[in-house]
């Protein structure tokens, strides 16, 4: 599933335990929650990215558990959160006041 600077709303730590452990859709949290694409590392994932619109993402199998589903917000596990972070700020951030995003 290919995202773009552009894409991104936002990035941030945000620690999950969940069950099961295989990458799955996760439905929102409320009517108007957007749905989620969580790609686990053992049972927990670190880093949630909310899109600035949904996207299509497609995971093997058939609904519920695969298949093409549209996702408001990517979630995983990364190595080095703070690094993350770090590493995409420059792409995220406006240098000055009104002005467009890279």
């Keep these: 599933m290919p995202i773009t600077w552009d894409d991104i709303a936002s990035i941030a730590i945000?620690?999950?335990?969940?069950?099961?452990k295989s990458p799955r859709f996760v439905e929102g949290?409320?009517?108007?929650?957007?749905?989620?694409?969580?790609?686990?590392?053992?049972?927990?994932?670190?880093i949630e990215i909310v899109l600035e619109r949904p996207v299509v993402a497609a995971l093997p199998g058939r609904p519920p558990r695969g298949g093409?589903?549209?996702?408001?917000?990517?979630?995983?596990?990364?190595?080095?959160?703070r690094g993350l972070l770090a590493a995409a700020r420059p792409f995220l951030v406006d240098e000055a006041p009104g002005s467009p995003r890279r």
Excluded: I, K, S, Y
């Design 14 to 20: 945000d620690h999950r335990v969940d069950e099961p």
């Design 29 to 46: 949290d409320g009517p108007d929650a957007p749905r989620a694409l969580v790609l686990r590392m053992q049972d927990a994932t670190n």
């Design 68 to 81: 093409a589903r549209t996702v408001g917000v990517v979630r995983f596990w990364a190595d080095d959160p």
